[in-house]
């Protein structure tokens, strides 16, 4: 289960990304927002449970997670193709024009926070 390896990621780049801005009176983290690889083959709902039951007792705790998904985006060296595959049919993956399994991996492996949310205390 990979995911708990993510979601403890996930937590410690988020509580130490508010430490190091020295923003004071964080109430919670509200929202987090996901940029996921297609290429990562993470499961979703096991990563936000890993995510729940690691953040318990932080700013992070009962957080919303939303996802965005990215497609992979290959390079074929043999006909020289560029561009994303649209269907994820088994772990072997081919070149969508040519069948070549000679291909190049440019994107579909991220793993990213693209934004979080947060909610301060009131003075």
């Known amino acids: 289960m990979h995911e708990l390896s993510y979601a403890t990621s996930m937590l410690n780049t988020i509580l ?10 964080v109430k919670r983290v509200s929202k987090i927002k996901l940029e996921i690889g297609e290429l990562t083959f993470i499961n979703v709902e096991q990563l936000k449970f890993a995510f729940q039951v690691i953040s318990k007792s932080t700013i992070c705790e009962g957080a919303e997670i939303e996802v965005e998904f990215i497609k992979p985006y290959v390079t074929c060296k043999e006909c020289e193709y ?4 649209e269907e994820l049919e088994d772990l072997i993956i081919s070149c969508p024009k040519c069948g070549s399994l000679s291909l190049k991996i440019e994107g579909g492996k991220e793993f990213n926070i693209k934004n979080i949310t947060v909610e301060f205390e009131e003075d």
Request: proline share 0%; charged share 30%; glycine share 8%.
């Open 16 to 25: 130490d990304t508010v430490k190091n801005h020295n923003l004071k009176n």
């Open 82 to 85: 560029s561009g994303e595959l």
